[in-house]
């Protein structure tokens, strides 16, 4: 209609299937992720866990779709932060529920309850175990005076970033997963800005995923090998950042046991 040139322009077109209705949240609509994402899903829905034998969690499927050998979810950025939106929502749906559960509410009002809730500050500790919630922030820092109380002063401060430009062996994977070419070490080496930004670019769960794996074994197979490289470690704090250009970003602390200065 809107093509044929007879349409007479002076007309207006109305569609508001969404009128009078309220706005469902994303764990109401059981199809947002299905209508939001189509060519990803196709217009095909998950199985139900009534349909399973087993329940499944909804944060296990994002890591089964995440790691799935179809890297159509891990290579959409607006689907990853849909699922994370998703995933917060529900684990903050779920502390409030078991906050309002945890004590008897027979023959009290519910505006008694949630006085008590602000009086005692629970609502503020029940997200403790929410990652970069203020009160799991908190606990981080508690942890760490408590280390350092104990320990002293950390040895060493470390900052590693990743050097996913460099990495020829990631290119390699991304090559593979992404280009469906097994590139040799020459062209690895060879290849231009534009190309290595756009394969780090496509895959950013492989790219995570990899440091992730780097700086465990540089931790475990280098600085806590037999060999001591600086010293015995007695203790460590990782942190793990993100910086603007997306890639991860780790401030280690170190505890050397009997260091020398």
């Given at each position: ?10 007309q ?11 706005p469902l949240?994303?764990?109401q609509?059981?199809?947002?992720e299905y ?15 009534s349909?399973?034998h ?5 944060s296990?499927?994002?890591k ?28 903050i ?27 005692l500050?629970?609502?503020?500790h029940?997200?403790r175990t ?6 799991y ?15 002293g002063?950390?040895t ?7 050097a996913d430009t460099?990495w020829?062996?990631l ?21 231009d800005?534009a ?11 492989t790219c995570?995923?990899f440091?992730?794996?780097r ?12 060999l001591?490289?600086i ?5 460590s ?6 910086q ?7 401030h280690?602390m ?8």
């Open positions: 209609m809107l093509c044929n040139k007879e349409y007479d322009h002076s207006v077109l109305t569609f508001a299937p969404g009128e009078n209705q309220q949240s994303l764990l609509d059981d199809d947002a209508l939001a994402f189509p060519s990803i899903f196709c217009g095909q829905r998950r199985p139900n866990n349909e399973r087993h329940p499944v969690h909804y296990d499927i994002c089964w779709e995440l790691r799935s050998v179809d890297r159509r979810v891990a290579s959409s950025v607006p689907n990853i932060f849909f699922k994370l939106k998703k995933v917060e929502m529900q684990n749906k779920n502390k409030v529920s078991l906050a309002l559960r945890r004590c008897k509410t027979v023959g009290k009002k519910y505006t008694e309850k949630r006085d008590s809730l602000v009086k500050d629970e609502g503020y029940i997200f929410l990652r970069n919630s203020p009160p922030l908190e606990k981080r820092k508690k942890d760490l005076m408590a280390m350092i109380r104990q320990l002063f950390p060493y401060f470390v900052s590693l970033s990743a460099r020829t062996d290119l390699g994977v991304l090559g593979k997963l992404i280009d469906n070419k097994h590139y040799t070490e020459d062209e690895l080496q060879d290849m800005w190309n290595k930004t756009r394969l780090i670019q496509a895959d950013p769960i995570v995923r440091f992730d794996n700086l465990q074994h540089f931790m475990h197979d280098v600085l806590k090998s037999d001591h490289p010293g015995k470690i007695q203790d704090f990782v942190r793990i950042e993100f603007q250009r997306g890639s991860p970003h780790a280690i170190f505890w050397i046991q009997e260091c020398a200065f």
